[in-house]
């Protein structure tokens, strides 16, 4: 199944699984994958900014909620990954947040942190309990 979100004539997300049943007597009611999802997010000019993958997603419409869970990876353009096992995804606020444990991965090192607020196309990230060192260039150093 495939399912393209879209606002104003732009698609913003398009969203791949191989199953997703839908649960209209949950309060509130939901759609569920239960077999594997991936998620492509688009910029404006319809170029893949990032993606994300995880073993299970749960939708819920009225929030504009998807929650992901289950091995959740998310990369971006510039070769960054985040895992963690759980993550929700806002599609009005176009944003990433988890309380969950994240490793992220660069292409010279990995920080890890207890939570974690991000753009849905991974290009900024807050981390909460930031652990680990970040190189810092020297010319970026406050004086």
Do not use: C
Not at 54 to 67: D, H, S
Not at 76 to 97: D, H, P, S
Not at 119 to 124: A, I, V
């Amino acid at each position: 199944m495939t399912i393209i979100y879209s606002e104003r004539g732009k698609v913003k997300a398009r969203f791949f699984s191989h199953e997703y049943i839908g649960n209209d007597e949950a309060k509130p009611p939901y759609m569920e994958g239960r077999k594997g999802i991936k998620v492509e997010f688009f910029n404006d000019s319809g170029v893949i900014q990032s993606t994300l993958t995880a073993k299970y997603a749960r939708y819920y419409e009225q929030q504009n909620n998807v929650l992901v869970r289950d091995s959740v990876v998310v990369n971006n353009i510039k070769g960054e990954r985040l895992n963690t096992e759980e993550l929700v995804w806002n599609q009005k606020a176009a944003k990433f947040f988890t309380e969950k444990p994240v490793i992220i991965t660069t292409a010279t090192q990995q920080i890890f942190g207890d939570g974690m607020e991000a753009n849905q196309d991974f290009s900024t990230y807050r981390i909460t309990n930031f652990k680990g060192t970040i190189d810092v260039k020297k010319s970026e150093m406050p004086h």
